[in-house]
């Protein structure tokens, strides 16, 4: 049997990630490829296989520190058999007399005694000294320039070496720039909206001589590193049966040092009151959380020491949007307190549908978004009702029924071409406008699944007969569940008519990005004076909300003058 030490293999360019999960126990089995532990690099993740078969007898290293590539992270042993083919591996590890062993180990302890006291009275009376350290930006596989979005030290701070100094953002993603140097922020060059290339400038260190003979250190051979530790260890450890073994699980410590005061050991599990550049998080998290219009310091992270993770952020939208459109962050206003209504009798729980949910968040939405204007009018329907039921013999011919929302929806078209303002959406950066040369009108129709708006496609090119078969076609349709998709898309306008259901007037809302939307209600006989007497007319109630960041008063005004007028002279429409 022996011992192998693993290390942490190529990381790809990455100079030092964090552990963030142990994947085995103490005294597991463990198989070739078999993961011993995750990496998690600013950019990614990353499982570590082991290149051995045996059994783990220890890691070297615990959740949440920081290694690079070389450091000693685990010990298995393994049978002879399956010790790797390296001359110094197979010398380290070969068995040998105990005689012998303890021979080399003794002369190792006293040549390192040597050593050391004829070195000691030599290094005493030198004096540390300290320089200054340019500290430039990295290789980051680019040529264009990156802006520095992000300042995450000040003159004066104590970083140690792999501390973030700043940020940099390109367009596709985010980096920190790591010190590669321990030591104290003296001067800082680039400033916060800079652009840096690779080898730019970033700030000044003063770095002590220890600390530089310490890199120096860090970056020579494990072995001598492992060789060094055994020459000092006590004799009862040199008399060990496998002496090389105890050197590397002591490596790690040196990291422990400079992670406790780069970062803290502990983080409050809630990041409330903190500014998003103090929340700990690398910058994948933080580019995943501007993406997603998420505030860092509402996120709680589930990583070594509190570090916000992706998966975290991406729990906190699903949370949010379980919770319901009044809860969205940004809107203000709070939600409206759960009452137990078993309290007061007898209760049942129904579900929504899926329509029902999508309808509620939908008028949630253009509630909270578009500033509404609701403009009421009425129409004299008199004549158009008469002419409307003397077409009942030929529709029973054609088989298409004649409603009254088939000459609301031709009056609509004419009036949205006479004022093509209402044939608009406001463009995504709020400063354009979206001129539509189609006129697609919706409507309203009430199912047993909920509210379903199909959609009449070239209203204004179509005639009353026309528009009644897609009424009659799309209402069907909607009511039996068998709308496309194709069929509720592209909208410009949306009538929605209580019909004969009643009511007096109403305000509809505005179904965005539409910016108009017209309510109708129950028409009613009612006295009208011509100039000289009252007659009674067949009056229709008009209710029409309008967006009013891209419609004013006035365009509504001569709108609903002109449907008016063609509504209640339907040889207006022919015009």
């Not at 450091?71 to 042993?77: G, L, N, P, Q, V």
């Not at 040998?96 to 040597?114: C, Q, T």
């Not at 906190?316 to 809860?327: C, E, F, M, R, T």
């Not at 950066?429 to 001129?435: L, R, S, T, V």
Request: hydrophobic letters at 40%; charged letters at 25%.
């Amino acid at each position: 049997m022996a011992v192998e030490i693993v290390t942490v293999p190529d990381l790809g360019g990455a100079e030092s990630v964090d552990v963030i999960e142990l994947s085995l126990a103490q005294g597991d089995k463990v198989a070739i490829e078999d993961s011993l532990l995750v990496l998690e690099s600013d950019k990614a993740t990353m499982d570590v296989p082991s290149p051995h078969e045996g059994t783990l007898v220890k890691y070297l290293v615990a959740d949440g520190d920081t290694v690079k590539v070389g450091d000693a992270i685990a010990e298995i042993e393994t049978a002879d058999s399956a010790v790797a083919v390296d001359t110094e591996a197979a010398s380290a590890s070969a068995p040998a007399p105990a005689s012998e062993k303890s021979a080399e180990v003794e002369k190792e302890v006293e040549a390192a005694v040597a050593t050391k006291t004829v070195a000691e009275p030599v290094a005493e009376p030198v004096p540390e000294s300290s320089s200054e350290q340019l500290i430039l930006v990295p290789d980051i596989g680019s040529d264009n320039p990156v802006d520095v979005i992000e300042l995450s030290v000040a003159v004066g701070d104590q970083v140690e070496e792999g501390d973030t100094l700043l940020v940099l953002e390109s367009d596709k993603a985010t980096m920190d720039v790591p010190s590669s140097h321990s030591g104290i922020v003296i001067k800082i060059i680039a400033a916060e909206g800079d652009k840096l290339n690779t080898g730019s400038e970033v700030l000044v260190l003063e770095v002590s001589s220890s600390d530089i003979n310490s890199a120096d250190a860090k970056s020579s051979d494990t072995k001598s590193t492992s060789i060094e530790s055994t020459s000092i260890e006590s004799t009862e450890a040199a008399q060990a049966p496998e002496p090389a073994i105890p050197a590397p699980a002591s490596a790690p410590a040196p990291k422990a040092a400079p992670l406790a005061q780069s970062q803290p050991a502990t983080a409050p599990a809630d990041n409330e009151g903190k500014a998003s550049s103090d929340v700990y998080a690398g910058p994948a998290v933080r580019l995943l959380a501007r993406e997603l219009g998420v505030s860092l310091e509402k996120v709680s992270g589930s990583g070594p020491r509190g570090r916000v993770q992706k998966d975290d952020v991406n729990d906190y939208v699903k949370s949010a949007l379980k919770a319901g459109p009044a809860s969205a962050a940004g809107t203000g206003i709070p939600l409206v307190p759960a009452v137990d209504f078993s309290q007061f009798g007898e209760i049942e729980t129904i579900a929504m549908s899926k329509i029902q949910k999508l309808t509620a968040a939908n008028m949630q939405r253009n509630w909270l978004n578009v500033p509404h204007v609701t403009h009421f009018d009425e129409a004299d329907i008199t004549d158009l009702e008469a002419f409307r039921k003397s077409l009942k013999d030929e529709g029973e011919k054609r088989g298409i029924k004649v409603t009254p929302v088939a000459f609301l929806i031709k009056g609509l078209a004419a009036a949205m071409q006479a004022h093509p303002e209402f044939n608009r959406s406001l463009a995504a950066d709020g400063e354009h406008f979206i001129q539509k040369r189609y006129c697609n009108i919706g409507m309203a129709v009430d199912t047993p699944r909920g509210l379903m708006v199909p959609v009449i496609k070239d209203a204004n090119e179509k005639g009353i007969w026309d528009i009644s078969a897609d009424i009659m076609a799309l209402a069907s349709s909607a009511r039996d569940g068998k709308l496309k998709p194709g069929d509720m898309q592209g909208g410009c306008f949306t009538v929605s008519s209580l019909g004969a259901i009643g009511g007096m007037g109403f305000t509809p809302i505005v179904n965005s990005p539409e910016v108009g939307i017209l309510g109708v209600s129950k028409s009613q006989m009612k006295p009208v004076w011509n100039g000289t007497e009252f007659v009674p007319r067949l009056m229709l109630p008009l209710c029409l909300s309008y967006d009013h960041r891209v419609i004013n008063g006035g365009d509504a005004g001569r709108f609903m003058t002109h449907l008016v007028k063609s509504l209640s002279d339907i040889r207006h429409l022919s015009l």
